[in-house]
């Protein structure tokens, strides 16, 4: 139960899973006249119910607030360490805690138009074309 005014988080279905190093639960969030609860304060009172020292090995996910609003639910995932959160967590929450920077992404049609002027040229030329770096 976190203390941050009429908010309660409760939690279901609570796993240890030792072979990933971590302990995995479903999240019930009860919130009363809120909208929402950020995942940051989620990720603070978790940390503090499972005494987690690091609250970067907590991640949510998966949340989607009920019809009629004041109840969320989703998944929480906390690892032993941040070894094991680096060896098994995918890239995309890895972004999203903080610990990688997101690269710089070009369109999709770009992509597709870099594509097809190198479909003209043959050889080493092809890096030359679209702003190859050299």
């Known amino acids: 139960m976190a203390g941050n005014g009429s908010v309660k988080v409760n939690v279901k279905k609570f796993m240890n899973n030792p072979l990933l190093g971590r302990k ?3 999240v019930e969030v009860i919130h009363p006249g809120l909208p929402n609860v950020s995942k940051e304060k989620l990720r603070a009172a978790l940390g503090e119910r499972y005494k987690v020292d ?3 090995t907590v991640v949510l996910f998966g949340f ?3 019809f009629g609003g004041g109840r969320s639910k989703g998944f929480a995932l906390i690892y ?3 070894d094991e959160f680096n060896r098994y967590e995918p ?3 890895k972004i ?3 610990l990688l920077e997101k690269g710089i992404s070009t369109s999709r049609k ?3 138009e870099l594509k097809n002027r190198r479909k003209k040229v043959r050889g080493t030329k092809k ?3 679209g702003g190859g770096s050299k």
Do not use: F, W
Request: glycine share 4%.
């Open 24 to 26: 995995q639960m479903l």
């Open 54 to 56: 690091n609250t970067q």
């Open 64 to 66: 989607r607030t009920a």
């Open 80 to 82: 032993n360490s941040i």
């Open 91 to 93: 890239k995309y929450r």
């Open 96 to 98: 999203r805690v903080g």
């Open 110 to 112: 770009q992509i597709k």
């Open 127 to 129: 890096q030359e074309v």
